[in-house]
């Protein structure tokens, strides 16, 4: 996350600039496969120089909007803009885009070096400069003393590495990588992607990249789409993603969260409040522009307070009183179940029907000293900004 | 299998390869064979092999043998590999199982059938038949089997590989032979092995399509051994048998070698 906070990376925000031309243009594109829409009138704009990340779960599209944009696949309907410029009938060979595929796809014929080569030799470039700039892609993914070895003669890792110093050989405009850290341990996993950020930030690449995971989005990328079944649910920075979902999905797909239906009652005079069958008394909430109707409200369980003692009044608040049902010791924090009834909970089978809401609290002080035990009434509070009231 | 092999394996196994390869023993051991009668040993000597270079008859089959199988396994090697090529990466087009199918059946197709049928084919068309019937049969049979061997081997290829050279500025054509027939190559050249010796031996078909001044070396020998078996005829086999063993042991060496490639690249 040290690159959306460092000064440099605040400053860059071009999606709210409306004098930026966007490097990339997804206009109103549908893709259809027979009677199957993939991608169902999508638009999008992506910034030159953007991280950019496509997220959703397996068979949303992702793979088919990348492709639509190497030239793999022809839109159905819409348009592709590149630099301004309609691409559509620009065959895959002739666009300024490379791509790192799923599966790495090397040559298995050629060694690393010549698989770095190909793309520089495909634009019949002198001798001397493939073979100077061979040497820069080695050392930048650190693979120079493997440059005469065959893929097979090579770990995963470093598979995935050949790939994609292939793929930013030719410092494409923009670099499409299709779930490119799959393969990798979560270690190695997430060392590479602090590689990807340095890399995209030293070349001054656009990237787009697609992932199913939802940590690895909010790490590398500047701005997420949050993709379901062929459409965009929601495109904004991962804080935003987290912090203001839009609706219920993109609220449920990152990160954990308490979701609770219910109404929403707005008047002139008084603040807005959430009432819920399953909450005891209405909560304030802050729900600027909304009208009364039936909504969700969605709290994190890290921004939950939870004390045995009531806490005072306060308009700023909301909160509600429960039993706690478990304690999850994490190691770094507790995670507390808590049921929203009065009732003591212990030897009762756990009923549905009552919810339960988890609060995330970091662990302070040591364990033994913690006064919070099973069974015992509590009190969550949270900010009422925290909560987040979901239309959709 | 640690466990000793029982008196009745070991008999079977013995039986059974008597039974195949004694007879082929028994024919390379006579082509050294110093008499002139077949069936008596009369001392060690490769006599029969310098007078076989002096048979202008078998060197003349021997040389039509050798031409009619490059140049029909070649150009069967070629249009198998379009065949196959068709059939794995153009999706489910209309009548392609029936293709499919199709490509199998001379396969299992009788020998004389498709020979008679190829002679009925060229009489019709008035072809003059010679040199280039033969090698029409011989690509039109042949041809199958190649299209089978890489047809095995592209079905595994992966086609992103093709996509990858496109996406790096190589355009669709040049990436099939900068791409995917070297990484197909060692099935291709099986097939072309495999089709080579396929022609080399073939005495039916070549029997039908043949015509004068194209006399293969199996109809060659075939006639000949119906006026007697001569020790020349023995030592034209041996050197037959030594040839087409090298085919297969180097088609079989290089497919192996493929596999091993790629079990490494999966393991
Ligand atoms: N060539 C094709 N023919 C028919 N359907 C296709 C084709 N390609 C993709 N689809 C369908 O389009 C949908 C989206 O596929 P896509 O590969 O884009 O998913 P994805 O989001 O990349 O999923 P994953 O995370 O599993 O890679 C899927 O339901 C898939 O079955
Ligand atoms: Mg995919």
Same mark, same amino acid.
């Given at each position: 996350?040290?690159?959306?906070?460092?000064?440099?990376?605040?400053?860059?925000?071009?999606?709210?600039?409306?004098?930026?031309?966007?490097?990339?243009?997804?206009?109103?594109?549908?893709?259809?496969?027979?009677?199957?829409?993939?991608?169902?009138?999508?638009?999008?704009?992506?910034?030159?120089?953007?991280?950019?990340?496509?997220?959703?779960?397996?068979?949303?599209?992702?793979?088919?909007?990348?492709?639509?944009?190497?030239?793999?696949?022809?839109?159905?309907?819409?348009?592709?803009?590149?630099?301004?410029?309609?691409?559509?009938?620009?065959?895959?060979?002739?666009?300024?885009?490379?791509?790192?595929?799923?599966?790495?796809?090397?040559?298995?014929?050629?060694?690393?070096?010549?698989?770095?080569?190909?793309?520089?030799?495909?634009?019949?470039?002198?001798?001397?400069?493939?073979?100077?700039?061979? %040497?820069?892609?080695?050392?930048?993914?650190?693979?120079?003393?493997?440059?005469?070895?065959?893929?097979?003669?090579?770990?995963?890792?470093?598979?995935?590495?050949?790939?994609?110093?292939?793929?930013?050989?030719?410092?494409?405009?923009?670099?499409?990588?299709?779930?490119?850290?799959?393969?990798?341990?979560?270690?190695?996993?997430?060392?590479?992607?602090?590689?990807?950020?340095? *890399?995209?930030?030293?070349?001054?690449?656009?990237?787009?990249?697609?992932?199913?995971?939802?940590?690895?989005?909010?790490?590398?990328?500047?701005?997420?789409?949050?993709?379901?079944?062929?459409?965009?649910?929601?495109?904004?920075?991962?804080?935003?993603?987290?912090? %203001?979902?839009?609706?219920?999905?993109?609220?449920?797909?990152?990160?954990?969260?308490?979701?609770?239906?219910?109404?929403?009652?707005?008047?002139?005079?008084?603040?807005?409040?959430?009432?819920?069958?399953?909450?005891?008394?209405?909560?304030?909430?802050?729900?600027?522009?909304?009208?009364?109707?039936?909504?969700?409200?969605?709290?994190?369980?890290?921004?939950?307070?939870?004390?045995?003692?009531?806490?005072?009044?306060?308009?700023?608040?909301?909160?509600?009183?429960?039993?706690?049902?478990?304690?999850?010791?994490?190691?770094?924090?507790?995670?507390?179940?808590?049921?929203?009834?009065?009732?003591?909970?212990?030897?009762?089978?756990?009923?549905?029907?009552?919810?339960?809401?988890?609060?995330?609290?970091?662990?302070?002080?040591?364990?033994?000293?913690?006064?919070?035990?099973?069974?015992?009434?509590?009190?969550?509070?949270?900010?009422?900004?925290?909560?987040?009231?979901?239309?959709? | 299998?640690?466990?000793?092999?029982?008196?009745?394996?070991?008999?079977?196994?013995?039986?059974?390869?008597?039974?195949?390869?004694?007879?082929?023993? *028994?024919?390379?051991?006579?082509?050294?064979?110093?008499?002139?009668?077949?069936?008596?040993?009369?001392?060690?000597?490769?006599?029969?092999?310098?007078?076989?270079?002096?048979?202008?008859?078998?060197?003349?089959?021997?040389?039509?043998?050798?031409?009619?199988?490059?140049?029909?396994?070649?150009?069967?090697?070629?249009?198998?590999?379009?065949?196959?090529?068709?059939?794995?990466?153009?999706?489910?087009?209309?009548?392609?199982?029936?293709?499919?199918?199709?490509?199998?059946?001379?396969?299992?197709?009788?020998?004389?059938?498709?020979?008679?049928?190829?002679?009925?084919?060229?009489?019709?068309?008035?072809?003059?038949?010679?040199?280039?019937?033969?090698? *029409?049969?011989?690509?039109?049979?042949?041809?199958?089997?190649?299209?089978?061997?890489?047809?095995?081997?592209?079905?595994?290829?992966?086609?992103?590989?093709?996509?990858?050279?496109?996406?790096?500025?190589?355009?669709?054509?040049?990436?099939?032979?900068?791409?995917?027939?070297?990484?197909? #190559?060692?099935?291709?050249?099986?097939?072309?092995?495999?089709?080579?010796? #396929?022609?080399?031996?073939?005495?039916?078909?070549?029997?039908?399509?043949?015509?004068?001044?194209?006399?293969?070396?199996p109809i060659k020998i075939y006639s000949q051994i119906r006026l007697g078996v001569t020790p020349e005829i023995n030592a034209v086999c041996t050197i037959l048998i030594a040839l087409v063993a090298l085919g297969i042991i180097t088609a079989s060496l290089a497919s192996k070698h493929r596999m091993m490639r790629a079990r490494r690249t999966v393991g």
């Amino acid at each position: 996350m040290a690159k959306t906070m460092g000064p440099v990376r605040r400053a860059f925000a071009p999606w709210d600039d409306p004098l930026a031309e966007p490097l990339i243009r997804f206009e109103r594109i549908s893709k259809r496969f027979g009677d199957f829409t993939a991608i169902d009138d999508v638009s999008l704009d992506i910034y030159e120089r953007e991280f950019f990340a496509l997220l959703g779960p397996s068979g949303c599209g992702k793979t088919t909007l990348m492709r639509m944009l190497a030239g793999f696949e022809t839109p159905s309907e819409g348009r592709i803009l590149l630099d301004g410029e309609d691409i559509s009938a620009i065959p895959p060979h002739r666009r300024p885009v490379n791509m790192m595929f799923q599966s790495y796809a090397l040559f298995p014929h050629m060694n690393v070096a010549d698989n770095i080569a190909f793309g520089l030799k495909q634009d019949n470039l002198p001798k001397t400069d493939i073979a100077a700039c061979v %040497e820069e892609m080695l050392s930048l993914v650190k693979l120079e003393p493997f440059a005469k070895r065959k893929p097979d003669q090579l770990s995963g890792g470093q598979r995935q590495r050949v790939a994609l110093a292939r793929s930013l050989a030719k410092r494409p405009k923009v670099l499409l990588l299709d779930e490119p850290l799959g393969a990798l341990d979560k270690k190695l996993r997430e060392e590479t992607q602090f590689e990807l950020m340095d *890399i995209q930030e030293k070349l001054g690449m656009t990237f787009l990249i697609v992932t199913h995971d939802q940590e690895e989005a909010m790490t590398v990328a500047d701005r997420i789409a949050v993709m379901n079944e062929g459409t965009f649910e929601q495109i904004a920075p991962p804080s935003v993603i987290y912090e %203001e979902p839009s609706s219920r999905y993109v609220a449920g797909f990152i990160g954990d969260i308490n979701l609770l239906e219910g109404t929403l009652a707005t008047s002139l005079d008084k603040a807005p409040t959430f009432a819920s069958p399953d909450l005891p008394a209405p909560v304030t909430v802050e729900a600027e522009g909304l009208a009364s109707g039936p909504v969700a409200l969605a709290v994190r369980p890290e921004k939950l307070r939870i004390a045995l003692d009531e806490p005072a009044d306060d308009p700023a608040m909301a909160k509600v009183s429960g039993r706690v049902w478990d304690i999850a010791y994490m190691g770094d924090v507790s995670i507390f179940h808590v049921r929203l009834s009065d009732e003591v909970c212990e030897g009762q089978p756990k009923d549905d029907s009552v919810p339960i809401i988890r609060a995330t609290i970091a662990n302070t002080t040591r364990l033994v000293e913690r006064p919070i035990a099973w069974d015992d009434k509590v009190w969550l509070s949270w900010d009422k900004s925290a909560g987040v009231v979901l239309t959709r | 299998m640690n466990q000793r092999m029982s008196w009745f394996n070991v008999t079977s196994l013995t039986f059974g390869f008597a039974f195949l390869y004694l007879p082929i023993l *028994i024919l390379i051991i006579y082509s050294f064979n110093d008499s002139r009668l077949v069936t008596v040993w009369g001392g060690f000597s490769t006599r029969w092999y310098g007078e076989l270079f002096q048979n202008e008859g078998i060197m003349d089959a021997a040389w039509v043998t050798a031409r009619v199988a490059f140049v029909s396994a070649t150009i069967a090697t070629i249009l198998g590999t379009m065949a196959a090529i068709v059939l794995v990466r153009l999706g489910r087009f209309r009548g392609r199982t029936l293709f499919n199918g199709m490509i199998y059946a001379p396969l299992v197709m009788p020998e004389v059938i498709t020979g008679l049928s190829l002679l009925l084919l060229f009489v019709a068309m008035g072809f003059a038949r010679g040199f280039w019937t033969v090698v *029409i049969a011989h690509i039109t049979f042949s041809m199958c089997y190649v299209a089978v061997v890489v047809q095995s081997r592209l079905i595994t290829f992966d086609e992103s590989l093709e996509e990858a050279a496109q996406d790096l500025g190589c355009p669709p054509g040049r990436s099939f032979f900068a791409i995917t027939l070297p990484v197909i #190559l060692p099935a291709v050249l099986a097939g072309w092995m495999l089709a080579f010796t #396929l022609s080399l031996d073939d005495l039916v078909i070549a029997s039908f399509a043949t015509g004068p001044g194209a006399t293969t070396l199996p109809i060659k020998i075939y006639s000949q051994i119906r006026l007697g078996v001569t020790p020349e005829i023995n030592a034209v086999c041996t050197i037959l048998i030594a040839l087409v063993a090298l085919g297969i042991i180097t088609a079989s060496l290089a497919s192996k070698h493929r596999m091993m490639r790629a079990r490494r690249t999966v393991g």
